[in-house]
Antibody, heavy 127, light 110 residues
Framework: QVQLQESGPGLVKPSETLSLTCTVS????????WYWLRQSPTKGLEYIAG???????NSNPSLRSRVTTSVDTSNNHFSLNLKSVTAADTAVYYC?????????????????????WGQGTTVAVSS | QSALTQPASVSGSPGQSITISCTGD?????????VSWYQQHPGKVPKLLIY???VRPSGVSNRFSASKSGDTASLTISGLQTEDEAEYFC??????????FGGGTLVTVL
């Protein structure tokens, strides 16, 4: 059974970089697309970025200039860096797996639906 | 990119059917068949109910069904049960390449 677990600091100072890692167990990173999302009372659910094991990434235009992502297939985890954080970045951060639909053997497409989620990690931005 | 529009709350009695709407425009809901729906109980992680507009993942009750017409997607819960009391979110792929979410609808079982 696939499980995702976020890890990282719960408190980040304004203007610094928020760094999170999502460790995947029970699945191979190379078989799915993987995502970062966040949720806050002020902004609701928000898409941050999606990535494939090849390094191909797409991110929310509103966050794109501050987001970098990476995939480590040898350790089966993927990561998020969000730089120059402000109080507006305070949220519960989730990693998630994307549902893939098989088109033909060896080829699949994204559905942009997220079927497995980590438990979420709360990150507060405060001095 | 604006959030998708959902009603703040919907209520119904046990056994009834309710429908939650999710309105966007032709750059998201109307332009792609990549609408998903999630259920979230307080303090819990969102659970995927529907993807690709109408598809239920394995294990999701067939009391949940969904559709789309133009720029508006809809989620219907049939045979409403007390356990269905939760917040429901829609999402859609958008022309920007990102996924956008609705603001959420609180379902109350009377």
């Amino acid at each position: 059974q696939v499980q995702l677990q976020e890890s990282g600091p719960g408190l980040v100072k304004p203007s610094e970089t928020l760094s999170l890692t999502c460790t995947v167990s029970g699945d191979s990173l190379s078989e799915y697309f993987w995502y970062w999302l966040r949720q806050s009372p002020t902004k609701g659910l928000e898409y941050i970025a999606g990535m494939f094991y090849t390094g191909s990434t797409n991110s929310n235009p509103s966050l794109r200039s501050r987001v970098t992502t990476s995939v480590d297939t040898s350790n089966n985890h993927f990561s998020l860096n969000l730089k120059s954080v402000t109080a507006a970045d305070t949220a519960v951060y989730y990693c998630a797996r994307g549902v893939l639909v098989t088109l033909v053997p060896g080829a699949s497409r994204q559905t942009y639906g997220f079927d497995v989620w980590g438990q979420g990690t709360t990150v507060a931005v405060s001095s | 990119q604006s959030a998708l529009t959902q009603p703040a709350s919907v209520s119904g009695s046990p056994g009834q059917s309710i429908t939650i709407s999710c309105t966007g425009d032709n750059s998201d809901v109307g332009g792609y068949n990549y609408v998903s729906w999630y259920q979230q109980h307080p303090g819990k992680v969102p659970k995927l109910l529907i993807y690709d507009v109408t598809v239920r993942p394995s294990g999701v009750s067939n009391r949940f069904s969904a559709s789309k017409s133009g720029d508006t997607a809809s989620l219907t819960i049939s045979g409403l049960q007390t356990e269905d009391e939760a917040e429901y979110f829609c999402s859609s792929y958008s022309v920007s390449g990102a996924v956008i979410f609705g603001g959420g609808t609180l379902v109350t079982v009377l």
